[in-house]
């Protein structure tokens, strides 16, 4: 009797010790990052550029944080300023590069247009940056 007890005993305080080690289950939390930091050219600060011919206009981003370990996604998107209005220009990229370049091409001109930028890190989905600024075509 005592050793089907020790058994039992002992049965019992390896369940204890390693069903808890089993548990969990769900997503893993997202992992540590240092919080994004981004510049670009032109400014992302709902401003205005000034007038400009076109027909193409460059756009730096530039990642000045810590890269996050997998690399960040850059969504840009360019459309007549204003609700509703449909996109005639986006592009997306994911990358570990600090500096990214982009063209906004199909610019119609005499409109103003907005830009934008949306950085998001590939491990931690929750830490983004977005940001805007508004442009014209001569």
Do not use: H
Not at 95 to 107: G, P
């Amino acid at each position: 009797m005592k050793s089907v007890l020790a058994r039992l005993l002992l049965a019992s305080l390896t369940a204890a010790i390693l069903l808890p080690a089993c548990s969990g289950g769900g997503d893993d939390p997202e992992p540590a990052e240092e919080n994004l930091v981004i510049t670009t050219t032109p400014v992302l600060n709902g401003q205005q550029e000034a007038v400009a011919p076109g027909p193409n206009f460059p756009l730096t981003v530039t990642v000045t944080s810590k890269m996050p370990p997998q690399g960040v996604r850059i969504e840009v998107s360019a459309r007549p300023d204003g609700s509703g209005t449909t996109a005639f220009f986006t592009a997306n990229q994911t990358t570990s590069n600090a500096t990214t370049i982009f063209t906004i091409t199909n610019t119609p001109q005499l409109t103003v247009s907005r830009v934008t930028v949306t950085v998001t890190s590939v491990s931690k989905p929750s830490n983004t940056k977005t940001g805007f600024y508004l442009y014209s075509r001569k």
